[in-house]
């Protein structure tokens, strides 16, 4: 089984409870509005990275970054867009197993036509008195069993 860890919004806050909810991911999926390059650096101490830029990242060190990705990873296959109603293409004939976004704010997690989406909610600053969330997404020869994880709570 391959863990993953999935982030997003963290406009440059990494809360201590996000890298405690993280620890023990194979890799980590930031779904954009990084914020601040330390959050990458601090997050790759975790685990590998695979990160996109969202809206707020417009400053030079935010150009390393795509919009989008496509990574493969335990054998399945996830795409990557900050927000997902600029998705752009059409997940299920492109093979996609899951689309990873964030930008909202608001976690989901949904199946459509067979694909899952996934966004994480927000890790960083609160607003709109939203829950301060993040993902993990546990990956099996058959199944994606996403959890979304509420920071505000003490570990279960």
Known sequence: MLRLGIISDTHGLLRPEAERR???VDHIIHAGDIGRPEIIERLRRIAPV?????????????KAYAETETIGLGGRTFYVVHDVHNLGIDPAAEGIDAVISGHSHRARIETVGGVLYLNPGSAGPRRFKLPITLAR??????????VI???GTPDQ
């Open 22 to 24: 993280l620890a023990g």
């Open 50 to 62: 695979t990160a996109i830029r969202g809206n707020i990242d417009t400053a030079d060190w935010a």
């Open 137 to 146: 997404l546990d990956i099996s020869s058959r199944t994606l069993a996403p």
């Open 149 to 151: 994880h509420d920071l």
